[in-house]
């Protein structure tokens, strides 16, 4: 990968798309908890975002709403992959551009797939999630966040070269 796209490079993106979003600035966080104490008050879903890969190193970023409980082995069998763990910090930099505390949907930017090309990864999105107005996710750093609508959300997805699984968790 080039340099990784820049805040300032995935909302032209996103404006070129003619997605609408709102940035809020907040100290760096790493963790939900932190999310939940610095954010302040932002109507709408809040999401956490998961790298993981199977054991044949095939990859997904999985996005749920923030206090969701993942059951990676349920997940693995919905998804058809492999038994799932995290994955590491340096592939997570190398395939999408963002360091651990940062993961996020927009990292889709930095993978973009063109002439058709296989995507490097699977994105599994919580169908639960997509129920609010708004989806709250970092701007490929942990010192901000961006609301978007769920259906610009899917249509950036999408613009990247992916098609997202949705998946009831519940099931």
Do not use: W
Not at 75 to 98: H, I, P, Y
Not at 118 to 127: F, I, S
Not at 144 to 170: K, N, Q, S
């Amino acid at each position: 990968m080039e340099s990784p796209a820049t805040e300032a490079d995935l909302m032209a993106f996103l404006q070129d798309l003619g997605i609408e979003t709102e940035t809020v600035r907040h100290e760096p966080v790493f963790t939900v908890e932190e999310a939940q104490e610095h954010r302040g008050e932002l109507a709408g879903g809040h999401c956490k975002c998961l790298f993981v890969r199977d054991k044949k190193k095939r990859r997904a970023l999985i996005v749920v709403d923030e206090n969701r409980r993942v059951d990676l082995a349920g997940l693995a069998e919905q998804t058809g992959l492999g038994r799932l763990s995290f994955g590491s910090a340096d592939s997570l930099k190398a395939m999408l551009g963002v360091v651990p505390g940062s993961v996020t949907p927009f990292a889709l930017v930095n993978a973009r797939v063109t002439d058709g090309g296989e995507p490097p990864l699977m994105v599994v999105l919580d169908a639960a999630m997509l129920g609010h107005a708004l989806l709250h996710y970092h701007p490929l750093h942990n010192a901000a966040t961006t609301a978007i609508a769920p259906d610009d959300l899917l249509r950036f997805i999408r613009a990247c070269g992916y098609e997202p699984l949705i998946v009831d968790m519940d099931a």
